[in-house]
């Protein structure tokens, strides 16, 4: 009994022993790199439904900057306030039976996101683009007809505030994050 309890006590002793390193040195490495930010499952969701949406009208309100530049280089040309005023008018028709298929495809919350993208894109709300070029009266029926139809045409895009996740989406998106065609699809029936 007196061998067993001794040989026990050498056993131990010895496994304790071994558990001990003298070598101070980790076996892990450490890895230093950006910190990781993790959203909230409400954020996320909404986050994945306006990524939606944004791909989806973004083009256009590209395609409406680079139109707006262009109608204003010409228009910067005619110096007749009459020609200027016919010019709008023609350029009016032809993105008006260009686009009027593809913005009667559009849902009621692609549009508000389309008019809040336009104005990011543009610096103009849609009522101060139709007052420009369309007159004041004619920005006034628009106004009322988007009032009709719940929409505001005079909202504008706040990145640090409500529109603080569709800038998100967008940085996403310039940044190569989220596939993106920047190709504008007209539709004609």
């Known amino acids: 009994m007196k061998s067993s309890l001794i040989l026990y006590f ?32 409400e954020y996320m969701h909404k986050y994945n439904m306006m990524k939606k949406i944004i791909v989806k ?15 204003n280089n010409n228009a910067a040309a005619i110096e007749k306030r009459r020609k200027l005023n016919h010019y709008y ?37 849609v009522y101060e683009i139709a007052e420009k070029y369309r007159g004041k009266s004619n920005a006034q029926i628009f106004d009322v007809m988007g009032k009709i139809f719940d929409q505001d045409i005079n909202i504008k895009y706040d ?20 596939p993106f065609n920047d190709e504008v699809l007209t539709l004609n029936k």
């Open 89 to 125: 008018k023609d350029a009016y028709k032809d993105l008006k039976d260009e686009f009027k298929y593809s913005f009667y495809e559009l849902t009621t919350s692609e549009g508000v996101v389309l008019m809040k993208l336009v104005h990011r894109e543009t610096g103009m709300t």
């Open 57 to 71: 009208v973004y083009p256009w309100a590209l395609h409406s900057a680079d139109m707006l530049d262009e109608i």
């Open 10 to 41: 050498l056993l131990f002793s010895l496994i304790g022993s071994s558990q001990t390193s003298t070598n101070s040195i980790d076996s892990l490495k450490l890895y230093k790199s950006e910190p990781v930010i993790i959203y909230p499952r």
């Open 159 to 178: 990145p640090t505030g409500l529109d603080k996740i569709a800038e998100h989406v967008i940085t996403d998106i310039q940044s190569g994050l989220i």
